[in-house]
């Protein structure tokens, strides 16, 4: 089988400061990689630079398109890459604002995404948006309204359905769940769980709530100052941790 | 014939890092196997190492030496995806606690292993509600989460769940463990059937009469115990 995404020796560095420090891993399709570690461990940084946020200054990310297969992203032209951002690709914000046009209607952040890759009749587009702001658990009723007058777990749910609208890939999470009330977090993992298995998704998710990880992630990466220092199933690293970073980590969770 | 489940020579320490990095060796050649349609009991003393042989059996604990071929596939050297398909297609685990995702309904968490496979929705949803049904959940409880049940309820949502694919290779962790008369003779029912459709079972079983009733050979983990000299 191919790998959905072969990353090889990725390297993110800020003057001298580490970002991350050749970061290797492949993920197959259908696969969730949790990457787990605290402030300032690159992990937000490596997922930047993998979805082409940031510039690597080492190292390949080689994905496997549709069109072409297998493609190095780091040296695909800027529209190309675009277009893989709007058609295979998807990335959820932690914070809704970052993912959301807060000025346009509920609908219309939906329905912008499918325009972008060619949509242009509004009864389907507006149909496609209703059927996933549905999906999302977003009322019919709401359709119209500005996301900024939806609470914070809605934001993100309605962020989720912008972004999956176009049937992506490949989703990139930043601390899906990070701000967010426990019971409003419990909801929005079942609905992307749901989500990643119905459409045979591949996710990379960032995240430093092992709570989530478990639940949501097939394997697991640990950051430490930059570096991957451990890696494996994800109930395998959190049940059996191997180095001494990963065992403080685990054994600092409070326990409820 | 070929052993489903095969342990050759596994050893197995800890290192706790964080504690003075004390080693503590659990296991050292250990080698056992399990043939389809037998059940295997380990024993031994709380702390000998049943449930570490059973985590590394599924992956969950690593080894640190040896070898545990299940189904052919040596588990020690495999990656992560192999062993994430060898979990969905031949090895299940029912552990003594439930881990679910909370708002999933009960119907749901169990027909869960089955649509992880592609089966068709409906013949997952029957199965499930066949196995809820013999274990004596009630069906009004079934759109709900099971994080909400109690701890004899969940167990048995557990084992549901455990037993909605048809797995090859079985590990059960105390299956009968505070199950009244009734449900603990389902269970016991069910393991049986497994057995007769050819799955090779590991299982720890405090319940004596249980044991005596589906396993076919014990193995006591105290000889895995390493020798301090």
């Given at each position: 089988m191919t790998p959905l995404l072969n990353v090889q020796g990725l390297t993110k560095r800020y003057g001298g400061r580490i970002g991350c420090a050749d970061v290797s891993f492949q993920l197959y399709p259908g696969e969730v990689l949790g990457i787990v570690g605290e402030s300032g461990s690159g992990k937000s940084t490596l997922l930047n630079c993998l979805a082409g946020h940031l510039a690597p200054d080492a190292g390949e990310v080689i994905f496997d398109t549709r069109s072409d297969g297998p493609r190095d992203v780091l040296t695909m032209s800027e529209p190309e890459r675009r277009m893989l951002g709007r058609t295979d690709w998807a990335f959820v914000h932690q914070n809704p604002r970052d993912g959301l046009r807060m000025r346009i209607s509920a609908g219309g952040n939906v329905g912008e995404r499918l325009m972008a890759v060619g949509a242009h009749h509004y009864g389907a587009i507006r149909e496609k948006a209703t059927d996933w702001l549905g999906r999302v658990e977003i009322s019919a009723a709401r359709i119209d309204d500005r996301p900024s007058a939806f609470s914070g777990g809605m934001q993100q749910r309605l962020q989720i359905a912008r972004n999956l609208v176009t049937g992506p890939r490949l989703v990139f999470m930043d601390e899906p769940t990070g701000g967010l009330d426990v019971s409003v977090q419990a909801r929005l993992l079942d609905l992307i769980r749901g989500l990643v298995r119905r459409m045979g998704l591949s996710a990379i998710v960032v995240t430093h709530d092992l709570a989530v990880v478990r639940l949501l992630a097939d394997r697991l990466m640990v950051m430490k100052d930059g570096h991957v220092i451990e890696t494996g199933l994800t109930d395998q690293v959190l049940d059996d941790p191997q180095a001494p970073y990963t065992q403080l980590l685990v054994s600092s969770v409070l326990q409820v | 014939m070929i052993p489903m489940i095969h342990v050759e020579n596994l050893a197995k320490n800890f290192v706790l890092h964080n504690q003075g990095s004390v080693a503590i060796p659990v296991l050292a050649g250990a080698s056992f196997a399990v043939a389809p349609g037998e059940c295997v009991a380990l024993i031994g003393?709380?702390?000998?190492g049943k449930s570490t042989v059973m985590r590394i059996l599924y992956g969950n604990y690593l080894a640190q030496g040896g070898t545990v071929r299940i189904g052919g596939l040596d588990i020690t050297q495999a990656e992560p995806r192999e062993i994430l398909a060898l979990r969905r297609e031949t090895l299940g685990y029912v552990s003594q606690f439930l881990r679910v995702v909370p708002r999933v309904p009960t119907l749901e968490v169990v027909a869960e292993p089955l649509l992880a496979l592609g089966r068709p929705e409906d013949e997952a949803m029957a199965r499930a509600r066949d196995l809820l049904t013999r274990l004596r959940i009630p069906e009004r409880l079934w759109a709900l989460s099971p994080t909400t049940f109690s701890g004899g309820e969940q167990q048995r949502v557990n084992i549901a769940r455990g037993f909605a694919h048809r797995y090859p290779a079985l590990l059960l962790d105390e299956p009968t463990a505070s199950l009244d008369a009734t449900n603990r003779e389902t269970v016991l029912h069910l393991i049986e059937e497994a057995k007769a459709g050819g799955a090779a079972i590991v299982g720890i079983f405090h319940d004596l009469e249980a044991r005596a009733r589906v396993a076919d050979r014990e193995i006591d983990v105290t000889e895995f115990t390493p020798r301090l000299t």
């Open positions: - | 003393e709380s702390g000998a």
